[in-house]
Structures are given as C-alpha cells and as structure tokens.
C-alpha cells in the first residue's frame, strides 16, 4: 500500500503485510492502516525502539483527540512502567507473549 510520499526523497512511500490466513484478515489490516493514515497517527515501525516511540506517540495521542489531562497521565504512568521491559527493543520485536510477560511481573511486584 501506499503509505505517501518521502518528504526527503519526493518518492512514493510504501508498506507490505503478509502472512494471513485469510482475505478478511488482510482486509481488517489494512483498513486500520488506512484509518491510521488519515487520522495522521501512523508511524512507522521498522527499527524504531520503544523508549523514542512512546515520548512521540503520547504528543500524537494528546493532541490528534480531545483527551483529558488525568488520561495523558495515566498514559505517560503506563509508559514509565513498561519502559525498563521494552526501552531498547524494536516495535517489531514486542510481541504478545512479552508484553504479557511484563505485566504479569508487574502484578507480581
């Protein structure tokens, strides 16, 4: 899909999914992608680490809806938790399994 344009190159961006077992799930992809795009909250993923995403996701998150201040703060205190369990791994590499895996040693602690 095109994703728009390289603002440093003038080319065309574009990102691939694979791996689904069915049209209906690349559909659902898709869409959610398309809706990211529109709604200016798509960030690429590739090698970007958790600890620089999050700081730019919360500016994107506070900004792009009507969100109360007591939200931002439970968010940025979410963050701040999971940030000793992800801080230097990639968006691409946080899977299910290891985010259950860090909150499940939080309920512990």
Known sequence: MDIGIDPKTG?????Q????????EAE???NELIYDLH???????????????A???LSIYS??????PGTIRVRLHEIDKLMP???HLKLKDINL???QDSLNDLSTS
């Open 11 to 15: 080319k065309r961006k574009q990102t």
């Open 17 to 24: 999914r694979s791996g689904f077992n069915t049209r209906e």
């Open 28 to 30: 659902k992809v898709a």
């Open 39 to 53: 709604q200016g909250t798509y960030i690429e993923e590739k090698d970007t680490l958790f600890k620089d995403f």
């Open 55 to 57: 700081p730019a996701w």
């Open 63 to 68: 900004h792009s809806r009507d969100v109360k």
């Open 85 to 87: 369990y992800f801080a």
């Open 97 to 99: 399994k290891k985010y």
